[in-house]
C-alpha cells in the first residue's frame, strides 16, 4: 500500500532527515537514496525497515547536513596550478591579458576546494542513529498505511456486497433455466416428431432431469458465498492477509467460471461477465495489501 513515514534527528549544526514512501508491490524492494559514503549501510537499514514493512516497494531518502568543520575542508593545489597554467595558455593563443587572476577567483573553480562531509568513517558514527530513525520512519509508515489500509477495506467491503448481490441473482434465475429447457424440449418434440411416434412423458421427465443435473449450479453458489464471507473474515485480521486474499480471490475466479460454462442460460451468462469483473478488480486491489 501506498504511505509515508518520516522521523528527524538533530544535534547542533547536523542534522539527518529519513523519509521513506512506499507504493504497491507484490514483494518487498528497497531503493535507498542519500549520499556515497551510506550506501554500504543498505543492509543493516533494510533489516531494521523490514520489521514494519513486508510487502511494497519503499523509496527510503537519506536527507545529511553536516556543518563544515575545518579538518574536513580539502584543497586540490595541483587542480588549481594546472587551471592557471590552463588560463595563461588560453590567453597566449588568443593574444588575451589574463589579468588579476587572484586566488579568490581559482578557489571557486570546480574541484578546488570541496567539503569532506560524506567521509565514510564519519558516516558510520551516524549509522545507530540512522537505524534508529529508520525505525521511527517506518513506524509513522505504517500508521500511514494502516489508515489507508481501512479506506481500503471499506472499499471492498461494497465490491464484495455488489458481487453477492449479482450472485443472489443468478441463484433466483436457476430454476427457470430447467423450466425454459423443458419448454423447449417439449415445443421441439411437437414440431420434429410425427405425432405417430409416441413420446412419454416419463422420457422427457428423464431428459429434463439429466439436463437439471448438468446445469445446477447450486454448489458454485454455495461455495462462492462461503468464500466472500471467509474474504471479509480476513480483511479483519491484524497482518499477514494479502496472499490469503489472493488466494481466495482466485478460487472466486474458479467458481465464476464454472457457474458460467454450467449455467447454460444467457441472462444468468450476463451476470457471470459482472461477476468476474468486479472480482477483478476486487483482486487488482488486493494486490496492494500486505
Known amino acids: 500500500m501506498t ?32 549520499p556515497e559514503a551510506f550506501a554500504s549501510f543498505e543492509a543493516a537499514l533494510q533489516e531494521v525497515l523490514r520489521r514494519w514493512v513486508t510487502r511494497g ?5 537519506l536527507r545529511v547536513e553536516e556543518a563544515v568543520r575545518p579538518e574536513s575542508v580539502r584543497v586540490d593545489v595541483e587542480l588549481a596550478a594546472a587551471y592557471v597554467l590552463k588560463f595563461h595558455e588560453l590567453a597566449k593563443r588568443v593574444g ?27 558516516a558510520e558514527r551516524h549509522l545507530p542513529v540512522l537505524q534508529k530513525l529508520v525505525d521511527e520512519a517506518g513506524r509513522d509508515l ?12 471499506l472499499a471492498l467491503a461494497a465490491q464484495l456486497e455488489k458481487i453477492r448481490g449479482l ?13 425454459a429447457h423443458k419448454k423447449r ?28 443435473d448438468r446445469c445446477d449450479i447450486s454448489e ?32 472466486m475466479l474458479r467458481e465464476a467460471n464454472t457457474i458460467g460454462s454450467k449455467a447454460n442460460d444467457a441472462r444468468i451468462a450476463h451476470r457471470v461477465v459482472e461477476v468476474k469483473t468486479e472480482i477483478e478488480k476486487v483482486r487488482e486491489q488486493v494486490q496492494n495489501i500486505e
Do not use: Y
Request: net charge negative.
Open 3 to 34: 504511505g509515508h513515514g518520516q522521523a528527524r534527528w538533530q544535534e547542533g549544526p547536523d542534522q539527518i532527515e529519513v523519509h521513506l514512501r512506499s507504493v504497491n508491490h507484490r514483494f518487498f524492494n528497497l531503493r535507498m537514496r542519500g
Open 167 to 179: 450472485v443472489a441473482q443468478v441463484a433466483k434465475l436457476t430454476p427457470d433455466v430447467v423450466e
Open 96 to 122: 588575451a591579458n589574463v589579468g588579476s587572476l587572484t586566488c579568490d577567483a581559482v578557489s571557486t573553480l570546480p574541484g578546488v576546494v570541496a567539503a569532506r562531509t560524506d567521509d565514510a568513517s564519519r
Open 57 to 61: 516497494s519503499v523509496e527510503m531518502e
Open 185 to 212: 424440449l417439449t415445443e421441439r418434440i411437437r414440431v420434429l416428431v410425427p405425432s405417430s411416434v409416441p413420446v412419454s412423458a416419463d422420457d422427457l421427465a428423464r431428459e429434463v432431469a439429466l439436463f437439471a
Open 220 to 251: 458454485e453458489i454455495q461455495r462462492l458465498g462461503s468464500h466472500l464471507d471467509e474474504f471479509l473474515r480476513i480483511t479483519g485480521d491484524a497482518a499477514d492477509v494479502g496472499r490469503r486474499l489472493d488466494f481466495l480471490t482466485q478460487e
Open 142 to 153: 505504517v500508521a500511514a498505511r494502516e489508515r489507508e489500509g481501512e479506506r481500503l477495506r
